[in-house]
């Protein structure tokens, strides 16, 4: 079990095991093979959004050769290192009407055998009951204890709990009142995001009651990232306030570089609001794009000071965790 001493055994066989109490958030365009293969070999679960492989007009699907890619190379690492496997990876789906790709995508995962499968924007029975038909297990985005409901409702494993502080579309709600909601009657599988960028930050998420970190700025800053030099830069240089919470740029509420907002020529005081019926990933709109020229971060990267390799930052969350928890042991025998 490593670091984590914690007993696991009550959580589903593809969460056991790992390193650490991490999973690498999703990243639109940001991540890829090389980051996800990076953050399994390192021990965490690493994750990529669907929508991230695209490929050409008249090509091959491109998701089908990520999958190949990531899946035989997880594969040859397990079989050199059978005393420290890689972490299981997962794969983002965003369930919302305006993802054409949705159902093929869904065919892909389900034929590659995905083991852990992320919805977000929208909970539907289909999308969990394919995950667990190829052995999966489903985890949901949600901001809220209502919405939370719905998707253990409509068959979701586990649940992230996305509250304020967290990059890209983060909810509004604090992590100690969303938690301690949710864990009043939810006993399987919580994950947290919000600003965790440290091992003093998983621990506290652990200690309010979630099983999992859940975080994804402090690996935009890696080697391995596919994101631009400009994009890590903002990611090192900058802090809580300079974070930006807009609908604007795909209707629902986000929080952003102010950088790259000011960069894409936009006032970042004076934001208008966004028709949430029009979301917008990546196309079809003239206003400066989310993810592309927007570029999304939480409010904890004041704990990112250098561009890394992936090993590197999870040997530092590693020890900031080990770190924080004696000397919450020694005050608390």
Not at 65 to 86: F, G, K, S, V, Y
Request: with cysteine.
């Amino acid at each position: 079990m490593g670091a984590w001493t914690r007993d696991d055994s009550h959580l589903p066989r593809a969460l056991r095991g790992l390193r650490l109490p991490l999973v690498g958030a999703p990243l639109f365009i940001v991540s890829g093979p090389e980051l996800v293969i990076a953050q399994c070999k390192a021990g965490i679960v690493g994750s990529f959004p669907a929508l991230n492989a695209r490929e050409a007009e008249g090509e091959p699907p491109l998701l089908d050769t990520w999958l190949a890619r990531i899946t035989e190379e997880l594969d040859r690492h397990n079989q050199a290192h059978p005393d420290r496997p890689a972490a299981p990876f997962a794969v983002n789906q965003i369930v919302h009407r305006s993802n054409a790709r949705l159902e093929r995508d869904l065919e892909i995962c389900h034929r590659w055998k995905v083991p852990i499968w992320i919805t977000s924007l929208g909970a539907r029975v289909e999308v969990n009951d394919a995950a667990h038909d190829c052995g999966g297990i489903a985890l949901h985005d949600i901001i809220n204890n209502r919405f939370a409901r719905k998707a253990v409702e409509k068959g979701a494993d586990g649940l992230i709990a996305v509250a304020a502080g967290a990059g890209g579309h983060a909810g509004p709600q604090s992590p100690f009142a969303l938690i301690r909601e949710i864990r009043a009657w939810f006993e399987g599988p919580l994950l947290l995001s919000g600003a965790i960028a440290s091992g003093d930050a998983l621990l506290a998420a652990r200690a309010i009651g979630a099983d999992f970190g859940y975080m994804g700025s402090p690996f935009i800053a890696t080697t391995e990232a596919n994101a631009q030099p400009a994009y890590k830069r903002m990611i090192v240089e900058g802090g809580a306030e300079d974070i930006v919470t807009s609908s604007l740029f795909t209707g629902v509420s986000g929080n952003y570089l102010k950088q790259s907002i000011t960069a894409a020529g936009l006032d970042p005081e004076s934001l208008p609001e966004s028709d949430p019926s029009r979301m917008n990933f990546g196309s079809g709109s003239s206003k400066p794009k989310a993810w592309k020229e927007i570029w999304g971060s939480g409010q904890g990267i004041g704990d990112v000071r250098a561009v890394t390799d992936v090993s590197d930052l999870v040997d530092r969350i590693e020890r900031e965790y080990l770190a924080a928890g004696r000397r919450l042991a020694a005050e608390f025998p």
